[in-house]
């Protein structure tokens, strides 16, 4: 018979949890995304704040982006320097944009680096 530690196997399942603990979107950062792509102004400050977000936001999310996000008139897209990504860290990312209907990734060859694309768009 095969003895258990209830203790060593509480402290691996927290482990686990940890692993994939992801943080929640910024509370106003989705309106924010959509104010900018839908042509508000925003000075060089305020760019850079959102950029920062929405790069903590990536960084909560366990992503590691590989170069800036593009943004575009109906949506954004990020690139992230992972091949295989959880799906559970893209459904993550779904839920926390709820106005951003469709998410697409694509693989892209970048200065001989394979990235990944993940957009999101309206």
Same mark, same amino acid.
């Given at each position: ?5 209830? #203790?060593? =196997?509480?402290? %691996?399942?927290?482990?686990?949890? +940890?692993?994939?603990? @992801?943080?929640?979107? *910024? #509370?106003? =950062?989705?309106? %924010?995304?959509?104010?900018?792509? +839908?042509?508000?102004? @925003?000075?060089?400050? *305020? ?76």
């Amino acid at each position: 018979m095969v003895e258990l530690n209830r #203790e060593e =196997l509480y402290q %691996d399942l927290e482990e686990m949890e +940890n692993d994939l603990r @992801l943080y929640p979107i *910024e #509370e106003g =950062l989705e309106d %924010d995304i959509i104010d900018y792509i +839908n042509g508000k102004e @925003l000075s060089e400050n *305020e760019k850079w704040d959102l950029e920062n977000r929405l790069e903590d936001f990536f960084y909560g999310a366990k992503l590691k982006c590989r170069k800036p996000t593009y943004y575009f008139t109906d949506g954004f897209e990020f690139y992230v320097t992972e091949i295989y990504i959880d799906f559970r860290i893209l459904e993550h990312v779904k839920k926390s944009f709820p106005k951003f209907h469709q998410l697409s990734v694509s693989s892209e060859m970048d200065q001989g680096f394979s990235t990944l694309s993940v957009k999101l768009t309206l």
